[in-house]
C-alpha cells in the first residue's frame, strides 16, 4: 500500500467519524468505539519463506441505553446511511433487551496521560524489512544443514477512539512487532524456541532470536528422562510470564478481581468473608504492577468504558495491596474503581540467568510452558507442559537435555518459594497476550507430575 498516508486513522478522523455518531442519538444514552488497524505478517517454515500478507480493518461498535436495557451492534459501513443504520438498529434492540441489573451511568469528559506507543518506523515498515528480518533465521539454519526453522512476524499499527452522549471522547494508537522462532534438529529429537515483542521495530535484533532459538534446538537434542517430582527449576522470563499473567486475567473476572475475591471465588477470599488485601501473599521480594506509562509496557491508557488506567500495585514486596474493582462492584463496595487493565509487569532483581545456574547444584531450566489448563480456582493451580528445551542442571551448569514435564503448579505457590529474580524483559508469544513484562526467576519445589515424550 502506498507509504504517503497513515496506515490507521487520526485523532481527527477517529473524533469526526463519532461526532457523526452522537448527532444520530434517539436514545436515552448512546456510546461508540471506532478502531483502525493494519497487520503486516510474513510467516516461514521448512527453511523456506512460506506467506507474506497485509489486512486493514476499520470498525464501529454501536451501544444504545434505554433505561437500564441496551444492546449493540456493529458496522464497518461509514456513509450516512450506514451510520445511521448502525444507530437506529442498536436503538431498536436496546429496546426490546432484558434489563441490566449493573448498569452504571456513562462517564463524562476524562483526563488520560498521553502513551507515547506509536512508531512510524514501525507502521512504515515493509513487506520487504520483514523477508529480510526472517531471511536472518532462514540463513542461519540453512547453513547449518541439519536445522529446519519455522517462525513468525507479526508487525502492527492500532488506533482506537470512544466516545459517547456524556461529552466523552479519548484517543490512543500503538505499534508492534512480534518474532517468533521454533527451530528442530532434523533427527526430530531436540526444539528450540525464542521471541522477542517491541513497539519499535528498531529495538527487535532478529538475528540473536533465531540464534538463540538455534541454540536451545541443538543443546535439547537427545533427551534422556528423568523422575518426575519437586524440583528446583530456572524459569526463563517466558515460562514466567506463561504462569504469572494468569493471576490477572484482564482483571475483570480473574484471581486479582476484588468481586471474586469478594464472593469467595479467589484465592485472595479471606476466611469468613472479605479479601486479603493488606495480607502477605507471597515472598517479600515480589512486586507485581500494571502501568500503561510504563516505558517496557506501553498500553492504552483507558479501558474499554474509557474510565482512565494509571499505575496499581496489585502486590507489593509480597503484600496484597489492591484488587481490580469495576465501577460497578466499586460503587456496590464503596471503593474506588480500577478500571481493567491488559499491562501486567513483575518487577526483577540483578541476578542473572547464568548466576542463577552457577549457584544451583541439581534442578531444571524450563525455557517456555504450554497448554496450560485450570485445575484449581481457588488457589490458581494449573496444569501444563514444558516445551522447546528442558534442561537439567548439575553442579552449576546445564549438563544434558531432559524429556518434558508435564506440572501441577500455582503462580501463587511459585512466588512462594522464591530464590532468586532476574532482569525483567518484554514478552511475546504469551498465551493470554496483552503486554507483559517478566523477569527470569529461580524458585525451590516446583511441581513436574509426569514426563512427555512430545519434543
Not at 470512544?162 to 512480534?178: E, K, V
Request: hydrophobic share 35%; charged share 25%; aromatic share 8%.
Amino acid at each position: 500500500m502506498s507509504q504517503t498516508r497513515e496506515r490507521v486513522m487520526s485523532r481527527d478522523e477517529m473524533q469526526a467519524v463519532l461526532e457523526r455518531v452522537m448527532r444520530l442519538k434517539n436514545a436515552d444514552r448512546l456510546a461508540a468505539s471506532l478502531s483502525s488497524s493494519w497487520t503486516g505478517n510474513t510467516r516461514f517454515a521448512a527453511n523456506q519463506m512460506s506467506t507474506s500478507g497485509s489486512v486493514e480493518n476499520t470498525q464501529l461498535g454501536v451501544t444504545a441505553w434505554f433505561e437500564n436495557r441496551r444492546a449493540g451492534v456493529s458496522t464497518n459501513d461509514f456513509s450516512d446511511t450506514g451510520l445511521e443504520a448502525a444507530v437506529r438498529k442498536a436503538e431498536a434492540l436496546a429496546k426490546i433487551s432484558p434489563a441490566d441489573p449493573e448498569d452504571m451511568p456513562l462517564l463524562g469528559p476524562q483526563t488520560y496521560q498521553p502513551v507515547p506507543a506509536y512508531f512510524d518506523r514501525t507502521a512504515t515498515s515493509t513487506a520487504e524489512d520483514r523477508a529480510r528480518a526472517a531471511m536472518s533465521a532462514l540463513e542461519l539454519a540453512r547453513k547449518a544443514g541439519d536445522l529446519e526453522t519455522a517462525g513468525f512476524l507479526i508487525v502492527n499499527a492500532f488506533s482506537q477512539a470512544i466516545a459517547n452522549s456524556a461529552g466523552l471522547f479519548a484517543y490512543h494508537r500503538t505499534t508492534g512487532d512480534t518474532y517468533t522462532v521454533t527451530v528442530r534438529t532434523k533427527d526430530g529429537t531436540g526444539a528450540g524456541w525464542a521471541g522477542a515483542d517491541n513497539a519499535d521495530w528498531a529495538k527487535l535484533d532478529f538475528t540473536k532470536v533465531a540464534q538463540r532459538a538455534i541454540e536451545k534446538a541443538r543443546a535439547s537434542r537427545n533427551p534422556v528422562a528423568i523422575e518426575p517430582g519437586r524440583y528446583t527449576v530456572i524459569l526463563e522470563a517466558q515460562a514466567v510470564g506463561d504462569l504469572v499473567q494468569l493471576l490477572g486475567g484482564g482483571f475483570g473476572g480473574g484471581p486479582l478481581s476484588a468481586r471474586s475475591a469478594d464472593e469467595g471465588r479467589s484465592p485472595f477470599t479471606k476466611e469468613g468473608g472479605g479479601n486479603k488485601i493488606g495480607e502477605k501473599v507471597v515472598d517479600e521480594r515480589v512486586t507485581l504492577i500494571s502501568d500503561p506509562q510504563d516505558p517496557d509496557l506501553l498500553g492504552q491508557p483507558f479501558d474499554g468504558e474509557g474510565f482512565p488506567l494509571g499505575r496499581q500495585a496489585w502486590i507489593e514486596n509480597g503484600v496484597l495491596k489492591k484488587l481490580a474493582y469495576t465501577r460497578f462492584w466499586a460503587q456496590k463496595q464503596g471503593k474506588q474503581p480500577t478500571g481493567s487493565s491488559s499491562t501486567i509487569k513483575l518487577l526483577g532483581g540483578a541476578t542473572t540467568q547464568e548466576e542463577m545456574v552457577r549457584s544451583t547444584d541439581r534442578g531444571v531450566l524450563v525455557t517456555r510452558l504450554w497448554y496450560l489448563r485450570q485445575v484449581d480456582p481457588r488457589t490458581v493451580l494449573y496444569t501444563g507442559l514444558t516445551r522447546d528445551g528442558t534442561f537439567l542442571i548439575e553442579g552449576g551448569k546445564v549438563s544434558r537435555a531432559i524429556k518434558n514435564f508435564r506440572f501441577n503448579e500455582s503462580p501463587l505457590f511459585m512466588l512462594n518459594n522464591l530464590e532468586t529474580l532476574g532482569p525483567t524483559e518484554r514478552l511475546a508469544g504469551a498465551e493470554g497476550g496483552g503486554d507483559i513484562v517478566m523477569p527470569p526467576i529461580k524458585v525451590r519445589d516446583f511441581n513436574f507430575t509426569s514426563l512427555s515424550d512430545a519434543v
